[in-house]
C-alpha cells in the first residue's frame, strides 16, 4: 500500500466498463492485496459478485469469520446492517467497507431508533415495564437498535438461534418485545404455544401502536410492525399451486415468511437450515423453497440431481443487495489499492459496546442452550 493517497477513483468511471474487464480488475485487485483484504459474499448476492467472494454465508456467520482474519480490510458485499455487524465484531485494526452505501434492507428500516425509544417510553408510562419485559432484536436490525437491546437486558437473534433464546427469555421473563420482523416473531411464539390474541402488534406510527393499553397489558409478545420484501411475498396459494403440480414436493420456507405459509408448509427455517436440508436430501427429491432467488438458483446448480424450483412464480430478489454490482466492488478494491478506504462503516465507540453486550449475551445463551 502507498504511502502517499492517490485521488479518490470515481465511481463513473467503472460504471460504463465492460463486464469482464470489470472481473479483471477485482481479481487483480485481490492478488496485489493479497491476506490484507478478505471479499464477503452473503447468500442472497448476485452470482457476477458472489464469484469473487473468498468467503460466503449468513450475515452474522460472515462477520465472525471476518473477524477470525488478519486481513485489515473487509469488502461486505451485503447491506447497511451486515456491515455494521461486521465493524462491531471485527478488529480495532479492520476495516470495513460496502461498496454501495445505497445497499440497505426495507426491513431493518422499518425500525428506527427513535421509533423503540419512543415505543419503549410509551409502555413505560402505562405501566407495562413495571413487569420484566425483555427486548429482543433480529439480526437484520441498525446498530443502534442492537445497542438498546444491550442496555435493557436483551439480546440479538438469528433465525437459528431464535428458538433456544425465546425459550430463555419467555422462563426468565413477563413478556417480550420483538422487532423488527413481525414473522420471525410470531412463528417463533407460536412454536411455545402463545396465542395470537396474545401476540400485540405494534404500528410506530400509531400511539400505543394501534394497541389498547388492555392488549399490551396481556400480551405475551409485542410485535414490531415490519417484513421481509422477499419472504414476504410468498402466500398460502403458492404452496397450493407447488403441490398440484410437483406431486411429492416438500415445501421448504423461511420463518420471515408469514404464518399463514409456515403453518401449512412441510418444514421451516434459516438460511443455514434450508442449505443443509437440500444438501442432506437423497438424489430424486423434490423441493419448493420459500426464499431468495439467487439463493434457490444456487441449489439448483449445486445439486441437477433434485428437482428445485422458487415457490413463487414471480421473482422474489432482494433488490437493495442486488444494488452492489461488480463495478461497485472493483470501485472500493482498486481504491484501496491507491490506499483509499471508500465507503468505510463505522460504528460509533458507545453504540459498538451495548451492541456487543446484547451480541455477547447471544452468543453465551444460545452455547449454554446447545450444550
Known amino acids: 500500500m502507498t504511502a502517499v493517497l492517490e485521488e479518490t477513483r470515481t465511481i463513473e468511471t467503472y460504471l460504463v466498463m465492460p463486464d469482464a474487464e470489470v472481473a479483471e480488475r477485482i481479481e487483480s485487485a485481490r492478488r496485489e492485496l493479497g491476506r ?12 457476477d459478485v458472489i464469484r469473487h467472494a473468498d468467503l460466503t454465508g449468513d450475515s452474522y456467520q460472515l462477520s465472525v469469520m471476518a473477524s477470525q ?3 485489515e480490510y473487509i469488502v ?23 461498496p454501495d452505501l445505497g445497499a440497505g434492507c426495507s ?5 428506527t431508533i427513535d421509533q423503540v425509544e419512543d415505543a419503549w417510553e410509551q409502555l413505560r408510562d402505562i405501566g407495562v415495564l413495571k413487569s420484566k419485559v425483555a427486548p429482543i432484536t433480529y439480526m437484520n436490525s441498525s446498530a443502534a437498535i442492537k445497542a438498546f437491546c444491550g442496555r435493557n437486558e436483551g439480546v440479538v437473534c438469528t433465525s437459528s438461534n431464535a428458538i433456544p433464546l425465546f ?8 413478556k417480550m418485545f420483538f422487532f423488527p420482523d413481525q414473522h420471525l416473531g410470531r412463528n417463533t411464539g407460536a ?6 390474541d396474545k401476540m400485540a402488534l405494534w404500528n410506530p406510527h400509531e400511539e400505543l401502536g394501534g394497541n389498547t393499553e388492555e392488549e399490551l397489558h396481556e400480551a405475551g409478545l409485542i410485535l414490531w410492525r415490519g417484513h421481509c420484501s422477499v419472504h414476504g411475498r410468498f402466500k398460502p396459494w403458492h404452496v397450493d399451486k407447488v403441490r398440484a403440480e410437483m406431486p411429492g414436493v416438500k415445501v421448504l420456507v423461511h420463518p420471515e415468511c408469514m404464518r399463514e405459509v409456515v403453518d401449512i408448509s412441510d418444514l421451516d427455517g434459516s438460511t443455514s437450515f434450508i442449505i443443509k436440508t437440500v444438501e442432506n436430501s437423497p438424489s430424486g427429491s423434490k423441493w419448493a423453497i ?10 439448483q446448480q449445486r445439486f441437477p440431481d433434485k428437482e428445485i424450483r422458487l415457490l413463487a412464480p414471480d421473482l422474489c430478489m432482494c433488490a437493495t443487495m442486488y444494488r452492489i454490482a461488480p463495478q461497485n466492488l472493483a470501485w472500493a478494491m482498486e481504491n484501496l489499492l491507491d490506499g483509499n478506504v471508500v465507503n468505510e462503516i463505522v460504528v460509533e465507540d458507545e453504540t ?11 452468543i453465551k445463551m444460545t452455547e449454554a442452550k446447545t450444550n
Open 191 to 196: 412454536k411455545f404455544g402463545i396465542p395470537i
Open 167 to 174: 425459550d430463555i427469555y419467555l422462563k426468565e421473563f413477563d
Open 76 to 98: 461486505f458485499c451485503g447491506v447497511h446492517f451486515m456491515a455494521e455487524s461486521a465493524d462491531i465484531l471485527g478488529k480495532d485494526s479492520q476495516h470495513v467497507i460496502l
Open 36 to 47: 490484507r483484504v478478505v471479499i464477503l459474499g452473503h447468500h442472497y448476492q448476485r452470482d
Open 69 to 71: 482474519t488478519e486481513a
Open 107 to 111: 426491513m431493518a428500516d422499518m425500525a
Open 290 to 299: 420459500g426464499t431468495e432467488v439467487n439463493l434457490v438458483n444456487r441449489l
Open 352 to 362: 459498538k459496546h451495548f451492541a456487543g453486550i446484547a451480541l455477547d449475551r447471544m
